[in-house]
């Protein structure tokens, strides 16, 4: 059974930092896209950033320079570095992986992890 498993949210104040990680098992997710979202409540689920299959990353306007995406092929593993962190950042974020597309589509994906939960107090 493929699976994506998140971890790392929590409640934080406002300018602090977490990492986020997600585990994936059941198949190699090495030459996937990997990427974040993450839904506000109310709000349509946004994209994040995405770490290519190449090994490029590209985010969202909303935290460029703020949040960094890495991948550990050895691990199946995809982290988000939250640095700088902002009380509108506070939504459930989940991570998606797609073996043929590299984007902002949330639709395009395949696997999806259950997601954890990130609050940014201010």
């Known amino acids: 059974q493929v699976q994506l498993l998140e971890s790392g949210g929590g409640l934080v104040q406002a300018g602090s930092s977490l990492t986020l990680s997600c585990a994936g098992s059941?198949?190699?997710?090495?030459?996937?896209?990997m990427g974040w979202f993450r839904q506000a409540a109310g709000k349509q689920r946004e994209f994040v950033a995405v770490f290519s299959w190449a090994g490029n990353a590209y985010y969202a306007d909303s935290v460029k320079g703020r949040f960094t995406i890495s991948k550990d092929n050895a691990k199946n593993t995809v982290y988000l570095q939250m640095d700088s962190l902002k009380p509108e950042d506070t939504a459930v974020y989940s991570c998606?992986?797609?073996?043929?597309?590299?984007?902002?589509?949330?639709?395009?994906?395949?696997?999806w992890g259950q997601g954890t939960q990130v609050t940014v107090s201010s």
């Open positions: 998606a992986s797609s073996s043929s597309y590299t984007g902002t589509d949330y639709r395009e994906y395949h696997y």
């Open positions: 059941g198949r190699t997710f090495s030459r996937d896209a």
